[in-house]
């Protein structure tokens, strides 16, 4: 069956330092992708989205790129700060269904 | 807007109990959606409405009902709880080709 992916479970970054989450979808037929960060005890918090008819989209501090010849989705944030510390996940959609990878845990060091 | 709200927070219960976790959204949403979430794993769907008065199995879908109330309400039930059940259950809801909004999630402990 369709599966997302990330490629690394835990990622420890440096304050200040800029930040990718990668991640790995199978279905081509997906169209739509989206990033949610997880604090601690909360739900999923959507961040950004792309649509499959583009290949980057930016908002504040963050970046999504789609490279839809290997199916490849990263996040990129900027100048990480403490609170950005928290679970990423991606999701991949088609129709109905929304098929999210396990997260990667992103830690930021002082 | 309160988003995405569920009831309870927590729960625990024994083996072969019942209960019916709620779940309500204001943002007129017309799809919602019940998830769960176990450690080192990503969110499983296990019920979805597209629309009033429609309901779907998701991927893990034995030993839950779903009831899609109204526009605004999405309940899961479990009819007799197992441990497996043991988990952190999110309610989600979205409004066509848009993002879904999570709620805040239900701890739920089965012994």
């Known amino acids: 069956g369709e599966s997302v992916g990330l490629h690394l479970p835990t990622l420890s970054v440096q304050e200040g330092d800029n930040s990718i989450i990668n991640c790995a979808y199978s279905?081509?037929?997906?169209?739509?992708f989206i990033w949610y960060k997880q604090e601690s005890g909360k739900g999923p918090q959507f961040i950004i989205d792309i649509r499959s008819n583009m290949d980057k989209r930016q908002g504040q501090r963050v970046t999504v790129l789609l490279n839809k010849t290997v199916k490849h989705l990263s996040l990129q944030i900027a100048a990480t700060q403490p609170g950005d510390s928290a679970v990423y996940f991606c999701?991949?959609?088609?129709?109905?269904?929304?098929?999210f990878g396990p997260g990667t845990r992103l830690s930021v060091l002082p | 807007n309160a988003g995405v709200t569920q009831t309870p927070k927590f729960q625990v219960l024994k083996t072969g109990q019942s209960m019916t976790l709620q779940c309500a959204q204001d943002m007129n949403h017309n799809s919602m959606y019940w998830y769960r979430q176990d450690p080192g794993m990503g969110l499983r769907l296990i019920y979805y409405s597209a629309s009033e008065g429609t309901t779907d199995k998701g991927e893990v879908p034995n030993g839950y009902n779903v009831s899609r109330l109204n526009k605004r309400e999405f309940s899961l039930r479990l009819e007799s709880a197992a441990p497996s059940q043991t988990s952190v259950y999110f309610c989600?809801?979205?409004?066509?080709?848009?993002?879904?909004?999570f709620g805040p999630g239900t701890r739920l402990t089965v012994l």
């Open positions: 279905n081509s037929a997906s169209d739509y």
């Open positions: 999701a991949e959609n088609y129709g109905q269904n929304f098929v």
């Open positions: 989600a809801s979205k409004h066509y080709y848009n993002e879904q909004f």
